[in-house]
Each structure stands twice: as C-alpha cells, then as structure tokens.
C-alpha cells in the first residue's frame, strides 16, 4: 500500500490539517480552540455528554483536582495508580504545565490560583469502543486537537494537550487468556487479549493465575496494551523472551475515521507494522491488544545498592560493569542499573543494580554476580544485598509506582560494540555525566546485541554470534528502530527540578541537557545512535534518526511519499 494513501486512510482528515498546518503555517493555531467562533458550544458540549451515556468529565491539572477535593497527602501525590484515576494528571507533573504562553499558563501543588496549563478541556471516560468513536467523531467534525491517556506513564507529554478532547481508556479492564489463539487460520499458541487501562500489575497476577508469563515492563501502572507496546516495550524478560512489540499478535484500534478495526498479520498488516514501536498514539485509539504468553518459571531476584563518594567512583564502577556485562548472556539475565545523585546534604551517589536469572537458582545467580561485585568493592560499598528465588509473575513489578516530579529525560540505545570495545569509555561517560551535572543515569539490560570472538590459531577467525532474544529477532518486520536489534543496553539521562524552579532555571535545566549532557551519552551510542521512542527527548533535534529511523527508511513505506 501507497505511504501517503495508508496515512490518509488511516489519520483521514486530521492528516490533512496536519499537512495544511506544516505547510501554510501562518495561522497561530491549526485547531480549533477555545475562543474561536467554531469551538464547541456548552450545547454541543451537552449532546456530547449525552451521547456517552454522561461520560464526558471536566479535565483539570493534578493540583487542581487536589485543591477541589481537600487536598492530596504526599503519597496520593506521588502514586501513579492515584494519578492514573485523574484524567488530567500526568506522572510527570511539568508536562500539565504550560510553560511557554504569555504568561505562562501554570497549576503546581499547593496553588491557590490554577490555569488549565497543558491539560486538555474535557475528557471522556470510555467504556466501550462506541464511545472512543463517539470521541474522535466529535473531535474530526468541530476539528479538535485529540489526546490518548491510558496511564499517564508519558515522558514526552504525548497523553495530554492543550485545549484538546481527551479519550481516557482506563476502563478497558478485560482480560481473557486463549491456550489457542489464532490468527488468519494459523494457530498461534497461548495468548491473553488485554484491555488498554489493565496496568502491568494487575495483568502479572491474573496471568500467575493460569500458570502464564508475557512480556511486560516492572512499572506497576504501565498498561500493556497502551503507549508501551506501541513504543516497542522493552521489558527485563526481553533478553529471553524479546520485546513487547516482538510477542504482540493483534490490536483492536479505532482510527481517525472511526473505524474499530483487528489489526495483524493478515488484516491491515501495515497498520500492524506501525503499532508495533511505530509511535505511541500515533495511529489511532489502541482498545485491546492480543499479546503471546509462556508457561510462568521460577527466578532470583537480585538486589544490591552500593554507594561512592565521587564521580570518578561511579566511572570506575560502571567500567567493572561493562567489562563484566557478557558475563550473564547465557543466563539470558535482564538488568537495570540505576545511579542517582543523592540529596544535596548528602555527598554520596548510590547505585542499584536490580537483576532477574530466569530459571537460574540464587547459588548460581549469586556466583555469576560474584566476579563484578568483587571489582565493583574495590571503588564503592555494598550497603544491602537481597537475593529470592520467586515465581516471575511476583519479581517484575512493585505495587504501585512513585511519580509526581518535575524532570526532562532522554536516551540512548548502547550497542554491544561499546561494551565490548570500550569498557573504558563507557565508565567515562558516567563520571563525565555526573560531573555535567546529570541527576540520574537509568540502564537497562534488556536487549541482547551481538559479540565477537577471534579465534587464534593457524589462521585469525573472526566470528559473530548473537545473544538475546531481541537481537534474534532481527527477521521481525516492525517498524522499531532497528538499532535495537544490536544495543546491549538502552540508557536512559533525566534531570529533576522542584515546583519552586523560575522559568529561566527550568529552561536552563532543559538546554544543559540538550547541549551538553545528551552530547556525552552519544560517546558510546556509536553512528547508529538512537533513541527508544517512549523515552526519548521531547526535545530531541534529530527526532527522525534517533527516534523514527525505520518508517524512514523502509521500503515501500512512508518516506518517498510523505
């Protein structure tokens, strides 16, 4: 199918303003907002509640709801399934700010005065794929800027939007597991069909209950079927099992027309493509997503906090780190290793390497951890160690998730090359970061790569072999970037800033990290260089190479024509 004519069919008429927008851009606004002579009236407001059975609820910021209903506690404050329950509250609380209006349009805790900041107007509470269609309907006829939150799990701000309709899907809570899933007539095997408001934690324990596992991330509120799968979703099983998007079977999306469709394979296979990593909210209202299962296991989890007093410290541990890192790729372990900046009294930096051993036991996970810790005491003190044996359901995901803080983040894929090559270097960019001023450095171990290996002997040999389930995947036609089919990692930069941060500091905060922090992570992110799509930079310049690199350059898809 043509790339322009599969936009079209699918965006419909919002592509067309979209287009119009980029190129007669000299109208201030390309949709319709308050204020404007065609914006909604209270009337059709009215009818529109009506015809969703009185779904359609005020939107508000966070701080706001709050203040309507006696104020939240702290820990109200910064739970993501509380927020997951606000339609107008993000996890990441800068981005129901406004920050770039004249003046600034800002609602922030504890406020007695509120703007409608970055938060959409109204918002629908869905519980029918008739009423996501009732939705978008309205927002083509009055030519609304339309908004997607499953979660609010969003760090580039896509799940909220100024003056726009939001369709909330948090009460698409069905689950139904299949032994015998099938698709076009071909037998898939095991499967669960997924609701897009179930969180990943809810989902783990009902798939315990039939003895299955899926690929999913340890964020307790993601939902499975929303933004993460569509980004990619990568996951601690990846190693074993490989990406979300690699294990999803089908969608059920309504699109910009309307249209409820079944999207695999067989049906609508280039819609297909592009759910899978093409782009969180990108081609319509995902309601339900069809996701393969495994037969559950056992792991050990293993948890072990160290803490340094310098960056050079931190360099030296994270070079330990990459030298040892193929230490664990037959045991197909996935990892994620935190580094944080403690509070400004605090002069130490505390590290976490959180790892989970499918099917391996804690004597053996222990012994294989054993040869990096050993190197890691000798730059930085162990101050707690866990280690359990646990079904896997149990040892992915927490009970809920702490949000509810201002911050600006970024990443990159790391390929195996770096860590192979340049163990030295990648310590390096961590001492040059901390030193640069960065908050935290989030790693992840969740992807595969490929080693090299020279055979001496009469003649150099020189041979490749790949490891982790997402690097065999390779074959898999999706529209991810397809850098993630050779990264060891995926590393993730992010800054933090309080309530109380001027504008121009915030700014600062912002152009520090564009300018100078994200230039240094690129170091090991080699000419490939990309970014996961759900954690990337909002701001990110090169947006179509790290990000998009796939849709455009595959063939017979979007670039020649769009």
């Not at 820990?75 to 993501?80: D, P, Q, R």
Request: net charge negative; charged share 15%.
């Amino acid at each position: 199918m043509a790339g322009l004519a599969f936009l079209l069919k699918q965006l419909g008429c919002a592509c067309v303003v979209l287009l119009l927008c980029v190129s007669f851009a000299g109208a201030h606004y390309c949709r319709t907002v308050p204020g404007d002579p065609s914006f909604p009236s209270d009337e059709e407001w009215k009818n529109l509640n009506s015809s969703v059975s009185g779904r359609l609820v005020k939107a508000v910021p966070s701080a706001q709801f709050c203040n309507m209903h006696g104020g939240c506690t702290d820990a109200e404050w910064t739970s993501a399934a509380f927020r997951a329950d606000i339609p107008g509250a993000m996890n990441q609380v800068n981005w129901e700010q406004d920050y770039e209006s004249i003046p600034p349009s800002i609602c922030e805790r504890n406020s007695t005065v509120c703007g409608q900041g970055n938060v959409p107007i109204y918002a629908i509470l869905a519980e029918s794929i008739e009423d996501v269609q009732i939705g978008i309907a309205f927002s083509s006829t009055h030519n609304l800027r339309l908004a997607v939150k499953a979660s609010g799990h969003d760090y580039l701000g896509r799940s909220t939007a100024r003056s726009s309709l939001l369709i909330s899907t948090h009460k698409f809570q069905n689950i139904t597991f299949a032994e015998n899933f099938t698709v076009g007539g071909y037998n898939e095997g095991s499967a669960v069909t997924v609701g897009s408001g179930v969180p990943l934690n809810t989902l783990y324990q009902a798939a315990k209950e039939q003895g299955k596992i899926f690929v999913g991330g340890v964020a307790a509120t993601v939902v499975a079927a929303g933004g993460y799968v569509q980004g990619g979703g990568h996951s601690a099983l990846s190693p074993l099992l490989g990406l979300a998007s690699d294990n999803v079977l089908e969608f059920e999306v309504v699109t910009a027309n309307s249209t409820c469709l079944k999207v695999n394979e067989k049906e609508n296979a280039d819609l297909f493509w592009a759910l899978r990593g093409g782009g969180a909210g990108s081609w319509g209202v995902v309601v339900s997503a069809t996701f393969r299962t495994f037969p559950t296991f056992n792991a050990t989890y293993s948890l072990v906090w160290m803490v340094v007093n310098d960056t050079a410290a931190i360099g030296s541990i994270m070079a330990s780190h990459a030298k040892h890192i193929f230490d664990w790729d037959d045991l197909h372990m996935g990892q994620y290793f935190y580094v944080y900046k403690n509070a400004t009294a605090d002069p130490y930096t505390t590290l976490a390497f959180t790892s989970f051993f499918p099917r391996v036991s804690p004597v053996d996970a222990a012994a294989a951890l054993k040869p990096f810790l050993d190197d890691a005491q000798e730059f930085g003190q162990i101050v707690s160690q866990q280690l359990d044996e646990l079904n896997i359901n149990d040892g992915v995901t927490a009970a809920d998730d702490v949000v509810g803080e201002n911050g600006v983040l970024g990443s990159r894929l790391i390929p195996a090359s770096a860590y192979r090559d340049h163990p030295g270097i990648v310590g390096q960019v961590y001492t040059q970061l901390f030193d640069a001023g960065a908050d935290a450095v989030l790693g992840h171990l969740v992807a595969g790569g490929r080693n090299h290996i020279v055979a001496q002997g009469v003649l150099c040999t020189h041979l490749e072999y790949i490891t982790g389930k997402v690097s065999e995947n390779a074959h898999i036609d999706s529209a991810i970037h397809p850098a993630w089919r050779t990264a060891k990692t995926h590393v993730i930069l992010a800054n933090v800033w309080e309530d109380s941060t001027s504008l121009p500091n915030i700014s600062s905060i912002q152009n520090t990290f564009k300018d100078t922090q994200l230039p240094i992570l690129e170091q090991i992110a080699g000419i490939s260089g990309a970014a996961y799509s759900n954690e990337a930079d909002s701001l990110e310049e090169d947006f179509k190479t790290y990000v998009l690199r796939t849709q455009l350059s595959a063939p017979g898809r979007y670039q020649e024509e769009v």
